[in-house]
């Protein structure tokens, strides 16, 4: 049933703890595709090492995480493509879980899970779109996305092979906000089901995070919710449009100003000046004065943290 991609770019350190939580799933994949994007350093070693396991290792000239994610599903056997951060891992029942899903709810073509954030010693839930243990379809995709950020990414999706290439897949030659793109273009195409149920861990905790990157372009999800907030023909309604875009410009800037990228926070307040957004602008402004330190600690006040602190082992300096 399900073919796991995972894009590969200079993560030696993660790639085989991520591979490793493929392989322990209670519910096996048909095949695991690992798309080597030109990488540097020993990460594509560390996959070869698995290939007698099943695993598939591609390799391809460094095109970005778009090009290798869609290479991975070019070459996917299975009617279900699930994604995998080669950073971020899953925990045993993540598959079982889609799969409930699936059964119940075969209608839909975009699926999620819920996951926990590994930051620092500490474990956070993010604000959920649904309650805790919610499992059914999703009404309103672009308000739901709006209200907490974490309706699905790209360690928690999972997409039949025809809705993705229907889709277009992954939008190439983009740093920032790839995956939003698509699941935003699969939701007006599609329906879709989620389960607030953490299956998943976002490891913030990884190198190479694109929150590194410099920007001087908007982010491609910005890009595209300008585009539809100027074509109501799309049939998306406007209002729940411009909360999704509110809520990715706001935090992606700060987040670009933790990480001290003016120049982004920048392209992104001029964004919203220009779609007539001047209160979000003014906030977005007000950010080039706002101490790292406060926004990292506000960042982690979004989130739920939990009780028990990470083992020193799972934690990456």
């Not at 620092?120 to 649904?130: A, L, N, Q, R």
């Not at 957004?277 to 977005?284: C, G, H, Q, S, T």
């Amino acid at each position: 049933m399900f073919s796991v991609i995972i894009p590969l770019f200079n993560k030696a350190p993660h790639i085989t703890a991520a591979i490793n939580s493929v392989l322990a799933q209670t519910l096996l994949p048909d095949e695991i595709i690992v798309v080597d994007d030109g990488s540097t350093d020993a990460g594509a070693a560390l996959t070869q090492s698995f290939v007698g396991q099943g695993i598939i290792l591609i390799r391809q000239k460094n095109l970005g995480v778009s090009a290798a994610r869609n290479a991975g599903a070019a070459a996917a056997r299975s009617s279900h493509v699930a994604f995998l951060d080669a950073d971020d891992v899953w925990l045993p029942r993540h598959l079982e879980t889609l799969q409930g899903l699936i059964s119940r709810f075969p209608e839909a073509h975009l699926y999620s899970t819920f996951y926990e954030i590994h930051l620092g010693p500490y474990i956070y839930w993010p604000k959920s779109t649904y309650p805790y243990g919610f499992s059914g379809m999703v009404d309103d995709f672009f308000r739901r996305m709006s209200l907490g950020l974490s309706l699905v990414n790209s360690t928690t999706a999972c997409v039949t092979r025809q809705a993705f290439f229907e889709a277009g897949g992954f939008p190439p030659n983009v740093k920032r906000g790839e995956d939003l793109v698509l699941w935003m273009k699969l939701s007006q195409k599609f329906t879709m089901a989620h389960s607030a149920t953490v299956t998943a861990v976002y490891n913030r905790n990884a190198i190479n995070r694109s929150a590194g990157l410099r920007e001087q372009t908007a982010p491609a999800s910005l890009l595209y919710l300008q585009s539809l907030m100027a074509a109501p023909a799309t049939g998306i309604a406007a209002a729940s449009a411009k909360l999704l875009f509110h809520e990715v410009a706001f935090y992606t800037a700060a987040g670009m100003r933790e990480a001290g990228d003016f120049g982004g926070l920048s392209v992104i307040r001029r964004l919203a000046q220009q779609i007539n957004m001047p209160w979000l602008a003014l906030k977005i402004y007000l950010l080039n004065f706002a101490p790292p330190a406060i926004l990292s600690l506000a960042r982690r006040f979004r989130h739920k943290i939990q009780k028990r602190p990470l083992p020193n082992a799972e934690i990456t300096v």
